[in-house]
């Protein structure tokens, strides 16, 4: 081992980002909370709102179409859809579909902060598959010559060292020297805490039940034992296989429904809250989580496109530029480079489509053969239909 790193530029001390091993036993990045839950990438994902902002922005970019360009002379792009890095993102590996990767690996970013994928080329220095890693086996190290290594613990146990060089590695915002991403799951470990708290609570009070209505005794005499007991197998009768139907009560006794307290509308407001809370995190818009407590006619599409500028804008730049810095040499990248075609979001909206084209085509943007192109329809003779 230290022969090889003098080879590489030599490091005998190392700084190491984590430990996989002691993941693997702690679960990751979890901890204990102030409100005593246990919050992990597993734990928090179980809340149903993280879920839905999670699969939010993952599916919503593992979606949209990813396109390779190639610039030409003249300064136009044209797309490249026979380089081999075109087919690389159609299918990263032999088990899952470009969707199916760019889904799981964003996914991973936004619940431990990282997502790596283990390079493998052929002959010619291209890549051929993108085999994913998960962010819990990985250990970034990084050497006194400034480089960094990564160190993967397989199904096995055996650990792989790897160079950057051979490690596609997308990350979420990560602290001033170290290429390592912030988990947000370990940012807002409190605020999840919470709210894997209000759920256990709720989650206790309803397995244990409460009385939904009281008997209140208005007469003079208490009742006795007997009649206690007819009371209470009248109550079960009706409460099993009795409903719809008339109760008679003693005379005397008074049912009286117990309403929503307020310690339960409390706890509403609290589950409430951290719906919200949990949206903020991850900058998702609460409608989209179908929490619609806020949501008007006229702003649900507002919000939609707050959803595309500030929160999913920056997973697909996070892409492309990952895809350029790390799948590209120096002199391919000048030449080549991915973007998604985020007007594949509109494909819902159809009035709001046929309006941009007529827009763009009125202004001598775009003509009539372009607008087919994005609508996915084949090519004709324009010139010869409108003479028709």
């Known amino acids: 081992m230290k022969i090889w790193d003098m080879l590489k530029g030599g ?73 081999w890095l075109s087919r690389l993102l159609d299918s990263p590996n032999d088990y899952q579909t470009g969707m199916e990767y760019r889904e799981s690996q964003t996914a991973a970013i936004l619940l431990h902060g990282n997502s790596y994928a283990r390079k493998e080329l052929n002959g010619a220095g291209e ?33 792989h060292r790897l160079l950057a060089d051979e490690v596609l590695h997308l990350k979420d915002r990560s602290e001033p020297g170290s290429i390592v991403g912030k988990s947000r799951i370990a940012i807002a470990r409190e605020n999840l805490g919470l709210a894997l708290a209000l759920r256990k609570h709720g989650a206790n009070t309803f397995s ?20 206690l007991k007819t009371i209470s197998e009248r109550l ?14 003693p005379r005397g006794v008074k049912w009286e429904n117990i309403g929503i307290s307020n310690e339960d509308m409390e706890f509403i407001a609290a589950q409430q809250f951290s719906v919200a809370d949990i949206c903020r995190i991850f900058r998702v818009p609460p409608v989209l989580v ?51 075609q985020t007007g594949g979001l509109l494909r819902a909206q159809p009035k709001e489509r046929s309006e941009f084209y007529k827009t763009m085509i009125d202004a001598g943007v775009m003509d009539a053969g372009e607008c087919r192109k994005l609508e996915n329809l084949p090519q004709r003779d324009v010139d010869a239909a409108n003479a028709s």
């Open 11 to 83: 490091a005998l001390r190392e700084t190491r980002a984590a430990d996989p091993s002691w993941d693997a036993l702690t679960g990751g990045a979890g901890a204990a909370t102030a409100s005593g839950m246990h919050v992990d990438a597993k734990s928090a994902e179980s809340l149903s709102t993280v879920y839905a902002c999670v699969q939010a922005l993952a599916e919503s970019t593992a979606c949209l179409p990813l396109h390779v360009y190639r610039r030409t002379d003249a300064g136009d792009r044209e797309r490249a859809d026979g380089h």
């Open 127 to 159: 890549v051929v598959s993108l085999q994913p890693m998960h962010p819990q086996r990985v250990t970034v190290v990084r050497l006194d010559n400034g480089r960094y290594r990564y160190d993967w613990t397989d199904d096995s146990g055996k650990v």
């Open 208 to 227: 244990r039940g409460r009385p939904s209505a009281v008997l209140l005794n208005e007469g003079k005499r208490d009742f006795t034992t007997e009649e």
């Open 236 to 249: 079960e009768y009706f409460a099993s296989a009795g409903a719809g139907r008339v109760m008679n009560l």
């Open 290 to 340: 179908q929490d619609l407590t806020h949501a008007t006619y006229s702003n649900v599409d507002r919000l939609g496109d707050y959803f595309v500028s500030f929160a999913l804008q920056r997973w697909l730049t996070c892409w492309e530029e990952g895809i350029s810095r790390s799948l590209l040499g120096p002199i391919a990248r000048q030449r080549y480079y991915a973007e998604h």
